[in-house]
């Protein structure tokens, strides 16, 4: 029972470094999303895939870009690290239902130095 | 825009005692709500959902939440906690037809033994 898959756990970068957070569900769900959690903010949205092929952003998603690979995939971009973008990472899945639940990975641990 | 808000950020209860999180949103049409727990070192889980029908709903390990439309609450209850419930607990609503989710800032819930 994989679920949802995020690559990698933890992740040291210095500003101005890009990198890509990789993510996998192997649930055939439609619907994928990127947040960000930063202490007493909750989860922010960034952005999501309706569907394969589709992505729309979310409530922060300046520095950041993101691809839908394939069904199973939806990777972030960072293309030029900020201290700002220092957080923890969480991809989600879900059928895209609006009472349908999402699916969380485990999170990356993003420092930006 | 849709919002949640979560009234308490910090909550300490000893074993027994009975535990209420407020939950409130602000949208005006048909909403879906939900609760997700995050224990710590762990992604988050779904506690429970209202998207219709009854507005009293049951969750996973005890939890029960109400929607109350007039007063736009969802709050989250269990009559009696125990030191495993320590965690972190978001409030989120979905209003559109597209999956995505509005998130609380999170309560940290801590249960002495």
């Known amino acids: 029972n994989a679920g949802v898959t995020q690559t990698p756990k933890f992740q040291v970068l210095k500003t101005g470094q890009s990198m890509t957070l990789q993510c996998a569900q192997d649930?055939?769900?439609?619907?994928m999303y990127w947040y960000r959690q930063d202490p007493g903010m909750g989860l922010r949205l960034i952005y999501y895939?309706?569907?394969?092929?589709?992505?729309d952003k979310g409530e922060v998603p300046n520095g950041y870009n993101v691809s839908r690979l394939n069904k199973r995939e939806f990777s972030l971009r960072l293309e030029s690290a900020a201290p700002s973008q220092t957080s923890v990472y969480f991809c989600?899945?879900?059928?895209?239902?609006?009472?349908?639940?999402?699916?969380f990975g485990d999170g990356t641990r993003l420092s930006i130095l | 825009a849709q919002s949640v808000s979560q009234h308490n950020h910090h909550v300490i209860l000893s074993e027994a005692a009975s535990l209420e999180l407020g939950c409130n949103y602000s949208?005006?049409?048909?909403?879906?709500l939900f609760w997700y727990v995050q224990y710590p070192g762990q992604h988050l889980q779904l506690l429970l959902k209202?998207?219709?029908?009854?507005?009293l709903v049951k969750g996973i390990k005890g939890f029960e939440a109400e929607f109350i439309k007039s007063k736009f609450s969802f709050n989250l209850r269990k009559p009696s906690v125990q030191w495993s419930d320590t965690a972190e607990y978001f409030c989120?609503?979905?209003?559109?037809?597209?999956?995505?989710?509005?998130f609380g800032q999170g309560t940290t819930l801590q249960v002495k033994p």
């Open positions: 989600a899945s879900s059928d895209g239902r609006p009472h349908g639940p999402q699916h």
């Open positions: 649930m055939n769900h439609n619907s």
């Open positions: 895939s309706a569907s394969e092929g589709t992505t």
């Open positions: 949208y005006g049409g048909t909403v879906n």
């Open positions: 209202y998207f219709s029908g009854d507005p």
């Open positions: 989120a609503v979905n209003g559109d037809n597209t999956g995505k989710l509005i």
